[in-house]
């Protein structure tokens, strides 16, 4: 089995691969989420692609719970710092951890049906729309009717405000899972021409 042929399934296969994107993925969380000492203020949220590629990435399902853990852990020190009011951390808070799990779900899924081919594109679009839009309805809509934040939480407010915040949240998503494939697609490329100038030498 050739280099290539052992790319076209995800996840990545090797140990230290593992704990680089592990690495990598954690970083991306802990610069872009909340307000806090590491955080970049410029970059939006990646909490939502972290989730998905956590699932298409690494082999742990152990990983789901850790990345949730440090997700929460992240916004309790946003709030004891003070950069953060409580508005979010409401007791509709729990709706995230089902969003996340949808989310890791969805990649899950993905990296059994993976290839490095163009043409799985339009198949890694479907699976992120439909993760991210049952996340929202997770994340955004347990939020909305069990927060305590709003008054009257009807249906009707809830679909009215979708166009307001869902495209940019899939907007955002697409756009670091994107970077993540592209990002994958060049280690694979410059490996594989590392390995065949090795075995032309050997």
């Known amino acids: 089995m050739t ?22 993925l954690a970083a991306l969380m802990i610069c872009t989420r909340g307000q806090h000492f590491a955080s970049v203020d410029a970059l939006p949220s990646a909490s939502w692609a972290v989730f998905f590629l ?4 690494l082999r742990p399902m152990w990983a789901l719970p850790a990345f949730f853990v440090l997700s929460s ?8 710092s003070g950069t953060i009011t409580d508005w979010c951390l409401s007791p509709a808070y729990w709706a995230l951890a089902l969003a996340y799990a949808t989310l890791w779900l969805g990649g899950h899924a ?10 799985t594109v339009p198949r890694l679009v ?4 439909v993760a991210a ?10 939020f909305w009717f069990f927060s305590g934040r709003y008054a009257e939480p009807t249906l009707a407010g809830f ?3 979708i166009p307001q915040y869902y495209p940019r949240a899939l907007g955002t998503m697409a756009g670091y899972v ?7 697609a060049l280690w694979i490329g410059v490996a594989t021409r590392v390995a065949a100038r090795r075995a032309a030498h050997a």
């Open 3 to 24: 280099a290539i042929e052992r790319s076209t399934v995800l996840p990545i296969s090797s140990t230290r691969s593992q704990i680089l994107v592990a690495a990598a």
């Open 54 to 57: 956590v699932g298409a990435l």
């Open 73 to 80: 852990a992240l916004d309790i020190a946003s709030l004891a």
């Open 110 to 119: 993905y990296s059994r049906r993976h290839r490095d081919e163009w043409r």
């Open 126 to 129: 479907v699976v992120l729309i």
């Open 133 to 142: 839009s049952i996340a929202y309805l997770f994340s955004k809509g347990g």
């Open 159 to 161: 679909v009215a405000r």
């Open 178 to 184: 994107g970077a993540a494939f592209a990002l994958r």
